[in-house]
């Protein structure tokens, strides 16, 4: 389940960096560490022993005792590693600002999920993120250019959101249905015309593409007629892109919705492209429910868990949209403990002895169902939310689907 792990970690990565980008501190007290696996930790921990010492002379009483106290907090975790990890180690240490005027403390360490380049240490009112903050760009980047003689479109696919870079309006006359020696120029008028436009919408795609051609994994072209192969044929486009054009693709428009037309089209044929992947599942997903005996599939936090635990569910698509806790409560008198999708309001009643029960914890849907999954062998599939099949899976499912192995005998009715 190497693929899931993976999902999973990327998930529970980007979740962190949304977490520490929320918290800010008092004063500049809010210590960021990014050590590369190349660090020595003894030299790690001299470098922090000299910027206690420089820390010792803050004027501000407060942010001088915060600063040390994080200093301290690092250099005593930093005693259980010999050497930093394969990808180095990043930590984020401060007094952070809660409620009023109070503070509490804050440690996160991460392991990056690549390695770290650069040793920095910064003290701030905020988590320098910078550096781990490159590792959730996208990696499957294509080029995207939609054409024809009125207008032109080029944009980039980054994993499965669609990004506009320009929209072309050309000013190519119509044709000119006039004949005689006036109408063989107008035509040569027009040529030039369309060779500019031609001409302006190859500088764009070059200044686009070019600094980032290395991680283009393919350009698609596309367009009605066949202004997009001559288009691709001529010297518009320099050889470096030429190089990396998978397919011309006859679509219907040259604007935003024709680069949403051209990624449809690309998908039928570049199946490992992620967006692609994420519309297979969808449509296997669609396929089962639609069928008239209820077929294979299965949505809905009840339903699912239920699945899960009969060992019952084949794949599960989970939204990275999702944002649902698990509210974990016990009872203080008889131990009995409950769980809940919703944080109630008032107090909950235990169900056995009626005394008021209090939060034990509380965990993310998200790593709650994978786990699930985890332990029945499930295969699982993170959908993101900027893709249309995302946007289906969170707003018409809950965030919660999947595909049955068999129809267990108790069923679960879909929620919701």
């Known amino acids: 389940m190497a693929t899931d792990d993976m ?22 007290e809010l210590v960021s560490l990014y050590i590369p696996p190349t660090k020595q930790i003894p030299d790690v921990v001299q470098y922090l022993r000299e910027e206690y010492s420089t820390s010792s002379n803050i004027k501000s009483k407060s942010t001088r005792k915060n600063v040390l106290a994080a200093i301290e ?55 320098h993120l ?12 294509y080029g995207l250019i939609v054409i024809d003689r009125k207008e032109a479109t080029v944009g980039f696919l980054n994993g499965t959101t669609i990004q506009v870079v320009a929209n072309e ?29 031609f001409k302006k919408v190859g500088e764009i795609a070059n200044n686009a593409f070019i600094p980032v051609i290395k991680d283009i994994k393919a350009v698609f072209i596309g367009g009605p007629g066949a202004t997009k192969e001559y288009f691709f044929e001529r010297d ?21 919705t024709g680069l949403r ?41 009840m339903a699912i868990k239920s699945a899960l635990e009969q060992k019952a569910l084949d794949l599960l698509l989970i939204s990275e949209d999702l944002n649902k806790i698990k509210y974990t409560y016990k009872c203080p008198s008889c131990g009995y403990i409950k769980e809940v999708f919703s944080k109630p309001e ?8 009626s005394t008021p029960m209090i939060l034990d914890h509380e965990e993310d849907l998200v790593e709650v169902f994978y786990k699930l999954a985890e332990a029945s062998g499930a295969k699982v599939e993170i959908i993101s939310g900027n893709s249309d099949e995302g946007k289906l899976l969170q707003k018409a499912f809950g965030g919660l689907a999947g595909i049955l192995r068999y129809v267990p005998k ?6 919701q």
């Open 130 to 141: 910078e550096q781990l903050k490159q590792f959730l760009v996208e990696k499957e980047i």
């Open 261 to 301: 037309e051209l990624v449809e089209k690309a998908s039928e044929t570049m199946k490992e492209m992620r967006i692609a992947r994420e519309k297979d599942l969808m449509n296997r997903f669609m396929m089962e429910i639609r069928k008239s005996d209820g077929g294979l599939g299965v949505y809905g936090e």
């Open 7 to 28: 999902q999973i970690r990327r998930y529970e990565f980007k979740k962190a960096l949304q977490e520490l980008e929320n918290l800010k501190g008092r004063g500049t």
């Open 346 to 353: 008032g107090d909950i009643p235990c169900d056995k002895c």
């Open 410 to 415: 108790a069923t679960v009715p879909q929620q």
């Open 169 to 197: 309006q050309s000013l190519v006359p119509s044709k000119h249905h006039q004949g005689g020696q006036s109408s063989r120029r107008y035509e040569r008028l027009i040529e030039i015309a369309a060779h500019e436009f």
């Open 73 to 127: 907090s690092i250099m005593s975790r930093l005693k259980s590693y010999r050497f930093p990890p394969e990808n180095g180690l990043v930590f984020f240490v401060g007094h952070v600002a809660t409620r009023g005027d109070q503070t509490e403390m804050y440690v996160k360490i991460i392991e990056p999920p690549e390695p770290i380049q650069t040793f920095m240490y910064t003290c701030d009112s905020y988590f």
């Open 236 to 256: 518009y486009l320099r050889n470096e892109i030429k190089n990396k054009v998978k397919d011309l693709l006859d679509i219907g428009y040259t604007d935003e």
